[in-house]
């Protein structure tokens, strides 16, 4: 995160001896990216973050095999009709992925084990539901429309307050807010669709006794579990810029033009190889002779993966598409407005509608999309023919 943040007890200097009250030393970690050269938080730990008793190998109990989108065509996954096993981690259900990000789905009412993520950042996405996300940085109270967004190596967990559905984007290396946004020490721009203020981070130390405590790792390799000497939330105090946060889409500010804006006014993140854009309630746009949902477009260089995460989507309208689809217009495919739907807005415009409350979250990436399991799945094997009827 561009901006430095400090919760609960730090030494007055970085690296000096800081001590517990029974005299003894706290333990200091250094979390950071880019070999000690972006953005990093210096955690102290009531003891020591190395000790590990145990490590054994995990096999995956879902299945993680992406077959390529061939015979290419455009796609519509029913996430509705998914039900997981397991947790928030492990009853993650593939959608889709690439050698840069994995796109999942979960739906789950039980607490996670402790999990990092050292492959890089994952920014999970509330659908529905509140879930509460602790860390060794603190807690989040996560809820509907909640982006959350943990950087690589993070140690935790999810404990949902009843059923939760999420779609988690894991990336293959950090996800930050875009670059346009940011002055060049890191503020939010007066031109951002959101600002400092619109992210919630952790707010004091929570601190959990344990001993011999399992941590599922995720790496290149695969999946390993590490047993901790002590609980990995004993840090008492930490400060700095690299910590996970929450944004809510609903925090977003849309930019509406005149006539049609394309998808980067609704940017919210970026990572390596895709974006990720918030499509939020808002005015349509307003030249009077306006067509006012998107055209038809070939956007050459992306796979365009879209999750309907709530409200109207007039240009879909006819597609079968419904709140918790997910459409994947791959390149190699021009997509645009359902037939009719062009027509429809614009009548509905002469009717005195004057905005749109559709919600979505967006993910395009630059490599294509291949499938998963859970996608493949929940497919509707109609949609590719919608706009020839
Ligand atoms: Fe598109």
């Given at each position: 995160m561009p901006y430095y943040r400090v919760v609960g007890e730090v030494p007055r200097k970085r690296h000096v001896q800081f001590r517990r009250p029974d005299g003894g030393l706290y333990?200091?970690?250094?979390?950071?990216?880019?070999?000690?050269?972006s953005d990093s938080s210096l955690l102290y730990h009531r003891h020591l973050p190395t000790a590990i008793v145990k490590a054994e190998a995990v096999t995956p109990t879902v299945g993680a095999r992406l077959e390529a989108n061939l015979p290419l065509s455009p796609r519509h996954f029913r996430t509705q009709e998914l039900s997981s096993a397991g947790d928030l981690v492990t009853g993650r259900m593939l959608l889709a992925g690439n050698g840069d990000v994995r796109l999942s789905y979960a739906v789950s009412d039980r607490p996670s084990e402790l999990y990092r993520d050292s492959m890089g950042d994952e920014c999970v996405y509330v659908q529905r539901g509140t879930v509460r996300f602790e860390s060794a940085y603190g807690v989040i109270e996560a809820?509907?429309?909640?982006?959350?967004?943990?950087?690589?190596?993070?140690?935790?967990r999810w404990v949902p307050d009843g059923q939760v559905s999420v779609l988690v984007i894991e990336a293959g290396g950090h996800i930050r807010p875009p670059k346009r946004y940011l002055s060049q020490h890191g503020q939010f721009l007066e031109h951002a669709p959101y600002c400092e203020r619109d992210l919630r981070a952790p707010a004091e130390p929570f601190v959990v006794e344990g001993e011999e405590v399992p941590v599922l790792v995720r790496t290149r390799g695969g999946l390993t579990r590490l047993v901790y000497r002590n609980h990995p939330f004993d840090v008492v105090g930490w400060?700095?810029?690299l910590y996970p946060f929450a944004f809510n889409i609903n925090d977003f500010e849309p930019i509406v033009k005149k006539t049609h804006a394309p998808p980067p006014v609704h940017q919210t993140f970026e990572g390596p190889g895709f974006v990720v854009c918030s499509f939020c309630p808002r005015p349509l746009?307003?030249?009077?002779?306006?067509?006012?949902?998107?055209?038809?477009?070939?956007?050459?260089?992306?796979?365009?993966?879209?999750?309907y995460a709530g409200g109207d989507y007039s240009a879909r309208k006819g597609s079968g598409i419904d709140v918790g689809s997910v459409s994947l217009h791959p390149a190699g495919f021009t997509h645009g407005p359902q037939p009719g739907a062009v027509e429809a807005v614009i009548e509905a415009v002469g009717r005195g509608v004057t905005t749109t409350s559709e919600m979505a979250v967006m993910v395009d990436t630059f490599r294509p999309l291949d499938l998963g399991p859970a996608a493949l799945s929940c497919e509707d094997p109609a949609y590719a023919w919608t706009w020839a009827r």
């Open positions: 333990a200091e970690e250094l979390m950071g990216e880019e070999g000690f050269s809820g509907e429309g909640d982006y959350v967004v943990i950087p690589t190596g993070t140690i935790h400060d700095g810029c746009d307003y030249h009077p002779e306006a067509v006012p949902i998107p055209y038809n477009h070939h956007n050459v260089d992306s796979d365009e993966f879209m999750f």
